[in-house]
């Protein structure tokens, strides 16, 4: 079972980016579907985006497609979130979670291991 840890949240105007990371520790992290999720004060934590073990198959919410990829590298243990074009909206605490041999549309009760999360806040 692995331990996973986000970093690299922060304060971002409108139209910034940042690059979060998920760093894993345990074995067997490339026999995980990793993802990406968030939860803004009040609402329900939502699915960003997912990776399949190998990284072969990727999935996005329809809210951040075209702005947000995901990647990751399996000789670091880590999974990563590239975020563009950021706005409001996308103000929330981000987690990254793991889903052993997950299908990357898998629902978010799937996903057995969680991080602490990260919050990003983007504001001018």
């Known amino acids: 079972q692995v331990q996973l840890v986000e970093s690299g949240g922060g304060l971002v105007r409108p139209g910034g980016s940042l690059r979060l990371s998920c760093a894993a520790s345990g074995r067997r992290f490339n026999s995980y579907t990793m993802g990406w999720f968030r939860q803004a004060p009040g609402k329900e934590r939502e699915f960003v985006a997912a990776i399949t073990w190998g990284g072969g198959r990727i999935h996005y919410a329809d809210s951040v497609k075209g702005r947000f990829t995901i990647s990751r590298d399996n000789t670091k243990n880590t999974m990563y979130l590239q975020m563009n074009s950021l706005q409001p909206g996308d103000t929330s605490e981000y987690y990254c979670?793991?889903?052993?041999?997950?299908?990357?549309?898998?629902?978010?009760?799937?996903?057995?291991?969680w991080g602490p999360g990260t919050q990003v806040t983007v504001s001018s």
């Open positions: 979670a793991a889903n052993r041999w997950g299908e990357p549309e898998a629902p978010l009760v799937e996903y057995s291991i």
